[in-house]
């Protein structure tokens, strides 16, 4: 079935620096894309979003970049702080459907 | 705003009980809110789509008899979890989508969690 899935299962990072997280999905019928920050106990906290009609869309230390041709996106998070730790989900559905499909996660850990 | 809150946070019940956990949408309304079970280490996965004055719409695999869904208000949602056992236990986050943004960015406001463990 069509799936949405992240490269990395974990990713740990020193802090200041910027870290990368990806994502490959494989529903070429997906036109829009979330970000989506988890920390322990809590629920999903939406970060940033992109339609499939741009290719790169910049948030507070956080940009998104989305490229259609090899299905994937990946979400960049600047100056990375302890904060920051937590594990990072994509998401994605068609304009119209309402179920997002997510993918498995990627856990970041900052290192002080 | 766009805050969704979950009731309670944590229930821990005794095999062959149910558990009753609400969704509400404190701040706007929604005719659409989402149930999504996660287990540790593992993604969310949708459990069924819950529209305000109809019948719950639920995901492959999912007992509709087992995980019962009444969505009475546009802002009230709730799970209720009958004759669980152990394997029930999991974190059961819902979701709302706002009234005002349909047709509009299809983003999804989740609420907090509740941790359940059935002993």
């Known amino acids: 079935g069509e799936s949405v899935g992240l490269h990395l299962p974990t990713l740990s990072v020193q802090e200041g620096d910027n870290s990368i997280i990806n994502c490959a999905y494989s529903n070429s019928a997906s036109d829009y894309f979330i970000w989506y920050k988890q920390e322990s106990g809590k629920g999903p906290q939406f970060i940033i979003d992109i339609r499939s009609n741009m290719d790169k869309r910049q948030g507070q230390r956080v940009t998104v970049l989305l490229n259609k041709t090899v299905k994937h996106l990946s979400l960049q998070i600047a100056a990375t702080q302890p904060g920051d730790s937590a594990v990072y989900f994509c998401?994605?559905?068609?304009?119209?459907?309402?179920?997002?499909?997510f993918g498995t996660g990627t856990r970041l850990t900052i290192i002080p | 705003g766009a805050v969704v809150s979950q009731h309670p946070s944590r229930v821990i019940c005794k095999s062959g009980t149910s558990v009753k956990i609400e969704c509400r949408s404190l701040d706007f309304q929604a005719t659409t809110m989402f149930w999504y079970r996660q287990f540790p280490k593992q993604s969310l996965m949708l459990m069924a789509t819950?529209?305000?004055?109809?019948?719950?719409?639920?995901e492959q695999g999912v007992e509709k008899d087992k995980f019962l869904i009444n969505h009475a208000s546009l802002t009230l949602s709730t799970l209720t979890v009958t004759s669980a056992h152990p394997e029930d236990s999991s974190f059961y986050i819902c979701s709302a989508r706002d009234l005002e943004r349909q047709g509009a960015a299809d983003t999804q406001y989740f609420g907090p969690g509740t941790r359940l463990t059935v002993l």
């Open positions: 998401a994605e559905n068609n304009f119209g459907n309402e179920k997002l499909t």
């Open positions: 819950s529209n305000e004055g109809s019948k719950a719409t639920y």
